[in-house]
C-alpha cells in the first residue's frame, strides 16, 4: 500500500542519499587508505636503528644508520618556528578580541590572515631565499624556523581566534565593571579562557611546521648531522623521506617509506594529544 | 595596534621582494614571450612559462572536478542528514586528513595512485575512452596528470567540506522547516532553499580549494611526471609550477637569469592565489556575518 506513494521525487530522495553516504564513505576510505599504506609499506623497515642513529657512510646506498638527523631536525626547526609563531601571535589574537572586536578593522585583519594561510608554503620557501641572499645567510637552521613561522603564524592567530570568539563575554565584563583596564581583562581573564585554544592551535601549528617540506627545501638544506648551531643546516623528516625515495635503491627506497611511517605517528600523536589535551583543559574554563 | 598590521604588512612585503627579484627577467624578455614562450632552456636563455603553466592548470581543474561532487555531497549530508553521532565521527576524519603531511600524500600517490591509474585505469580508458582526446592513453607509466589529480583532490577535499559546511550552517532552519511542513522531501528543499541560499559560498569554498591546489608542491611532484610539455590527456605527464621551482633551487645561482625565472613562477603562482584567495574569504566572510545579523 505504501509503495503506491513512492513518486520520482522520492527515488531521487533516496538515490541521493546513497550518494551522500557513499561519498562520505569515500572520504573515510581514502584516510583509511593512506594510513594502511604507509604502516604496511614503512613497517618493515622501521628498526630501531632508523630512530637511534645518524645516516652512517654509504646510507643513501644502502648500507646502515638512521634518520635520527632528520628527526631531531625537523623537531628544532617546528618547536623553533612554532615559539616565533607563538611570540607573534598572542598579541595579534588578543588585540583582535580586546579592542577590535567584530569592527571594519578586524574584518580587514582577518581576511589578511586568511589570505597568508593561503599561500603556498613553495612561495614562502621562495621568498625566505630571497631574503637569505639579500643579507647574506646561508641556509640554515635558523633561516628553517624563520620560514616556519611564517608559515604556522596565520595557522595559529585563527586557531586562536576562533576559540576566542565563542567565548562568553560575561567574564570580561564582569572584569571591566570591577574597574579593570582592558590590557588587564586581555592578559588574565582571556588569557585563562584562551588556555585550551592557545594549546590546540600550537599543536595544530606545530603539525603543521613539522610536515611542511616545500618551504625548509631552500631554506633548511639538509646534511647527515645533527645541528649543533643555528647557522648550520639541518635535516627534516619530509626533506629525508623526499630524497630517500628519489634514490634508486629499493632498501633505501623503504627506509623512505618508513620516514614516512615516523612522520605519520608523530602527526597522530599530535592530533590526538591535542584532543586530549584541550578536553583536559576545558575543565578550568568558565562555560 | 601595529601588531595587527603585521599580516597586511607580510603580504606586501612577500609581492613586493617577488617582484624585485623577478625584475630582471621582465626587463629583459617581454612579458608575452615569456608567458606563452613554449620552449624552457635557461642554458640557453629560453625561459618559455606556457608548458609549466598549462600543467597546473590541469593538474588543478582534475583535482578540484574529482574532489567537488563527493565533497558537496558529504558537507550536504554531515549538515542536512547526519546524526551528530556520524558528525563527531566526521570531525576528527577530516582534522586528521588535513593534518597529514603533504610528503606521506606524495608517498601515498606513489606507492597506491601511481599503479592505480597505470595498471587500473588506464587500461580502461584505452579501451573505452580512446577516441576522447583528453582520455587517450600516450604513455607507459601512471605517473601522470590524472595521478596527481586524485592526490590533490584527496588533499583538498577537508578544506571544501568544512567550508561548504560551515556556509550551510548559516541557512536559517525557519526556511527549512517551511519547506518540509508543506510535503517537500528532505532533498528537494535541500535543492530548492538551501542550495540556492548558499551558492556563492559553495563557490568560494571551491575556489579555496582550488587555490590550495594550485600552490601544492611536494605530493603532486612525486606523482606527476615531471616532463616539460603541454599536456593534452589527463593520462599525460605534466610539470607543474610549483614543482619546477623545487627541482630546480639547486641550480638556479649559476645561470644567469635562472632564479630571477624561478621567483617569477613563484611570483606568477602567487598572484593567482592571492586573487582566488581574496574574492573567495571576502564572499565566505560576507556570508558568515549576515548569519549573525
Known sequence: ?287 | MVVTLFPLFLIVFIVLLLIVRTWPILSAYPAKDLIFGMIWKPDNGKFGFWPFIMGTVWVTVVGVVLAVPPCLLVSLYLSEYAHSMTRSIAKPVLDLLAAIPPVVYGVWGLLAIVPFVEKGLAPISKRWLSAIPIFSVNQPTGFSILAGGIVLAVMIAPLVISVVYEILATVPNDLRHASLAVGATKWQTIRRIVIPQVMPGIVAGIVLGASRALGETIAVLMVVGNVAKVPTSIFDPAYPLPALIANNYGDMMSIPLYDAALMGAALVLLVVILIFNIISTLVLQRMLTRKQA
Open chain 1, 1 to 287: 500500500m505504501i509503495k503506491k506513494h513512492w513518486a520520482r521525487r522520492h527515488i531521487a530522495e533516496a538515490i541521493v542519499r546513497g550518494m551522500m553516504i557513499a561519498s562520505f564513505a569515500l572520504v573515510a576510505i581514502s584516510l583509511g587508505l593512506i594510513l594502511w599504506t604507509v604502516i604496511v609499506r614503512g613497517l618493515p623497515a622501521l628498526t630501531w636503528e632508523m630512530v637511534s642513529q645518524t645516516p652512517q657512510g654509504g646510507f643513501y646506498m644502502g648500507k646502515g644508520g638512521g634518520v635520527l638527523n632528520a628527526i631531531i631536525g625537523s623537531l628544532y626547526l617546528a618547536g623553533g618556528g612554532t615559539l616565533i609563531a607563538l611570540i607573534v601571535s598572542l598579541p595579534i589574537a588578543l588585540y583582535l578580541k580586546t579592542y577590535l572586536g567584530d569592527s571594519e578593522w578586524s574584518r580587514y585583519v582577518r581576511l589578511s590572515l586568511d589570505v597568508l594561510w593561503g599561500i603556498p608554503s613553495i612561495v614562502y620557501g621562495a621568498f625566505g631565499f630571497a631574503i637569505m641572499i639579500a643579507i647574506g645567510l646561508r641556509a640554515s637552521l635558523l633561516a628553517g624556523i624563520i620560514v616556519l613561522s611564517l608559515v604556522e603564524l596565520p595557522i595559529m592567530v585563527r586557531a586562536m581566534d576562533e576559540v576566542i570568539r565563542r567565548m562568553p563575554t560575561d567574564l570580561e565584563q564582569a572584569a571591566l565593571a570591577l574597574g579593570s583596564t582592558k590590557l588587564e581583562v586581555a592578559l588574565n581573564v582571556v588569557t585563562r579562557q584562551m588556555l585550551p585554544g592557545i594549546v590546540t592551535a600550537i599543536l595544530l601549528a606545530f603539525g603543521r611546521g613539522i610536515g611542511d617540506a616545500a618551504s625548509v627545501l631552500f631554506t633548511a638544506g639538509y646534511t647527515d648531522r645533527i645541528p649543533t648551531s643555528l647557522l648550520r643546516p639541518t635535516a627534516s623528516l619530509p626533506l629525508a623521506v623526499f630524497f630517500q625515495l628519489g634514490t634508486p635503491y629499493p632498501e633505501v627506497q623503504m627506509r623512505g617509506y618508513a620516514s614516512a611511517l615516523i612522520l605519520t605517528i608523530i602527526i597522530l600523536v599530535i592530533s590526538l594529544g591535542s584532543r586530549l589535551i584541550s578536553a583536559r583543559l576545558n575543565r578550568y574554563t568558565v562555560k
